[in-house]
């Protein structure tokens, strides 16, 4: 039964109230109906988030601390090492706790109680005080570098005898690159972002709304904190996507609307009323994509989804009116009977080529100059990231787009001169309509990209052959006809993708020159350097518990990193990956820790009393040093200073190395596998966002002084080129990669 338009009006605004109400309950439901309702609902989110958390990680150590065959790797160690390695991955994936928890086993070597890591499911454990590995089961936050960590640490005890200790972890939160690993963290819950910082950290989330969330056993563990008007505006925001779901039946009341201008444009039979429906066609067809997009805006969906839709909307109107127009029969004239305008139309013609290639370079543009997606961008077919696939479908629907609009309408202007392959009248045709491109490919307008020549030429050709295409449609099978349809849609990106790949290799240059180039000049600046020293020195100032980990150990034993890595940790340092060193010692000022991140020793610094510090005081004193590598002479800059306690009693010492390293520059993957080990999982920090880079730096000889890559050969350097950076000292491309060069 169809629906008169007055029932059909009544029923969309009757879905729209239905819809409407629906949201505003969900709401209701989902925010509670108060602000202390709405905080209520929060920190409940919080707490089920923590404690599926450490139902994992306890289940997991519970698992591997039982564990009979690894107990039996423990005692046969170092004979059986790989095999507990693969213990513990079984242990883990049988688990089924994710690959998010790890777990690492602490072995007991000597008779001093002292611990160490012997294997790890997925990369070792963060640091643990000597406390925590000797103690009894503990459930605890820590805050380092990685992140905000949930640990749990259970001894290894079979018949009553400790031989080791599994900590098992995860992350609650992870670091966002630059910010203090001191300061409160940011965690991600259903009711917008919180702040949250381990429960012991003290005053960090003093604040009205800071509540303490516990473990199962009521020990506390988190400390949470939210602003009130973060959660009205999550409430507001969730209110006006609601409204903006609850006016889409407005918008599908156009659909009934263009279905039927459509019959009645198929049923014109006169020029003058076709083109009358094809107006209200596109009216229709730019009236609900621009009430689409501004459903969107309001509901702050991402500019990513608003370009699919326009991609869609431009689709649509390409297929509605200059495609239907090719498909139509209007009446012909031939060229010799008005040469002049049939000049005129296929300039005119050939100018709107010119402008939608224009467009479309300008489109290609947009999506390469976003840098983060240029590696996304290498298989997008295969990518799980909806971002990707939606910004790639956005930028093919446009493509698809404008070769529809421009090839239709150099087809519609063909049948009108009775145009074809076979006539000289349609290549002469043919060159009036690339002729606007050429005109702006050459001096002195060259406002349109080379590779911009490919689109242009295939639309070319496709109007010559038009009619021959149309009519060979028209009077094949179904296969066939599949087949072309095919072609429609994969000829238009196949000519554009000369245009996108120049596009993609602009951005690339464009980022070296503008980004990767200055970063690797100013690498090794003594400012720079010196500035990041003097920031670790102020963070280590602030660190808490320093001289708990001044700690003499016995003389002629290993010295261990443990202790080192959690200052280093704490500092600039880490965050940004410098080539450094921190050294601790302790209060008979023997070496006790060292950590160092492509920082080599040859000398036998690896067990206490082999380094001595000989200084005094305890405020810092800082320094450039040459350190010797070999044959090879390194310069550093150098920090020191001792540690003292309240009474201004020496307790130990502390000793930071910062040195200049083109290896740490952000965009260089490093071969050390510190970067695997101590890394971030989301850090975008140790590779590059351009495929295959290599760097080289070459010192004034013309000799590569460093390579990204080892293993592959460098470029020589031409000697003009050396000469024209001596005399000039400006920045240049050695070969003309862009308008700057």
Wanted: hydrophobic share 50%; charged share 20%.
């Amino acid at each position: 039964m169809t629906l008169s338009p007055t029932r059909l009006v009544a029923a969309v605004i009757a879905s729209c109230l239905v819809l409407a109400g629906l949201g505003w309950g969900w709401a209701a439901v989902r925010f509670g109906t108060s602000p202390d309702a709405a905080a209520a609902r929060l920190r409940a989110d919080v707490a089920r988030r923590l404690a599926d958390s450490e139902r994992r990680v306890e289940r997991l150590a519970d698992r591997v601390a039982r564990d009979e065959a690894l107990v039996r790797y423990l005692a046969t160690l170092p004979d059986h090492a790989p095999a507990l390695f693969s213990r513990l991955s079984e242990l883990s994936r049988a688990d089924g706790t994710g690959s998010d928890v790890s777990a690492t086993v602490y072995a007991s070597v000597g008779p001093a109680g002292a611990y160490r890591v012997v294997a790890w499911s997925a990369g070792p454990s963060g640091d643990l005080t000597p406390e925590l590995v000797s103690g009894r089961a503990s459930l605890f936050v820590a805050a380092d570098a990685a992140g905000l960590r949930l640990v749990s640490v259970k001894p290894i005890e079979p018949s009553g005898r400790r031989v080791g200790v599994v900590a098992a972890e995860t992350l609650l939160t992870q670091s966002a690159p630059g910010t203090p690993p001191l300061d409160t963290f940011e965690l991600t819950s259903a009711f917008g972002p919180v702040r949250v910082a381990a429960a012991n950290a003290g005053g960090v989330l003093a604040s009205p709304d800071r509540v303490i969330l516990t473990s199962a056993s009521g020990a506390p563990l988190l400390a949470v904190s939210f602003s009130p008007e973060m959660l009205a505006a999550s409430r507001q925001t969730f209110l006006r996507r609601a409204l903006c779901a609850s006016a889409l039946p407005l918008i599908a009341l156009l659909f009934p609307a263009t279905a039927a201008v459509l019959r009645r444009r198929r049923r014109a039979r006169r020029g003058g009323a076709w083109f009358g429906w094809t107006g209200v066609l596109g009216a229709l067809v730019v009236v609900s994509a621009g009430g689409l997009v501004a459903l969107a805006r309001a509901a702050q969906v991402g500019p990513v989804w608003i370009r699919l839709m326009v991609g869609l909307a431009a689709l649509a109107l390409a297929a509605s009116l200059p495609v239907a127009a090719w498909w139509r029969r209007w009446p012909r004239r031939s060229p010799a009977s008005a040469p002049t305008r049939f000049v005129l139309e296929q300039l005119l013609a050939g100018a709107g080529l010119a402008g939608a290639v224009a467009i479309l370079a300008n489109l290609l543009q947009d999506p390469a100059a976003d840098f983060a997606l240029l590696t996304r961008w290498q298989l997008p077919i295969l990518s799980t990231d909806i971002r990707t696939v939606v910004e790639l479908a956005a930028l093919l629907l446009a493509e698809i787009a404008l070769g529809w609009a421009a090839a239709a309408s150099l087809a519609v202007v063909a049948a009108r001169w009775k145009l074809g392959w076979r006539r000289a009248s349609g290549w002469i045709a043919a060159a009036l309509w690339i002729a606007p491109t050429v005109a702006l490919l050459l001096p002195p307008f060259a406002h349109l990209p080379a590779p911009g020549a490919a689109a242009v030429g295939a639309a070319a050709i496709f109007g010559v052959f038009a009619g021959a295409l149309r009519h060979a449609y028209r009077h094949t099978t179904q296969a066939v006809k599949l087949l072309l349809v095919f072609g429609a849609l994969l000829l238009p990106v196949v000519a554009a993708y000369p245009l996108a790949a120049t596009s993609r290799d602009r951005a690339i240059r464009t980022l070296i020159e503008d980004d990767y180039a200055p970063a690797t000049a100013a690498a090794q600046r003594p400012d720079r350097l010196h500035a990041m020293l003097t920031t670790a020195q102020q963070e280590i100032d602030r660190f808490e518990g320093l001289g708990g980990l001044l700690v003499a150990a016995p003389k002629d034993v290993r010295v261990e990193s443990a202790a080192a890595f959690q200052v280093w940790s704490q500092t600039t340092l880490s965050r940004e990956r410098l080539t450094s060193e921190i050294e601790l010692f302790g209060p008979d000022r023997r070496l006790v820790s060292r950590f160092a991140l492509n920082v080599p020793r040859f000398e036998a610094a690896y067990r206490t009393g082999a380094e001595i510090w000989d200084r005094s005081g305890c405020v810092w004193d800082a320094y450039a040093e040459v350190n010797t590598f070999g044959a090879e002479e390194r310069r550093m800059l150098h920090a020191e200073r001792g540690v003292c306690d309240a009474a201004g009693r020496f307790i130990g010492a502390i000793v930071v190395h910062v040195l200049p390293d083109y290896r740490a520059l952000p965009f260089i993957s490093s071969a050390n596998p510190y970067f695997d080990v101590i890394g971030r999982a989301a850090d975008p920090q140790s590779s590059s966002r351009v495929t295959d880079l290599q760097v080289v730096v070459y010192g004034w000889n013309l000799q590569p002084r460093f390579s990204s890559s080892s293993g592959r050969v460098t470029w020589p350097l031409p000697t003009a080129v050396d000469d024209r950076l001596y005399r000039s000292r400006e920045p240049f491309c050695a070969k003309r990669w862009s308008a700057r060069c």
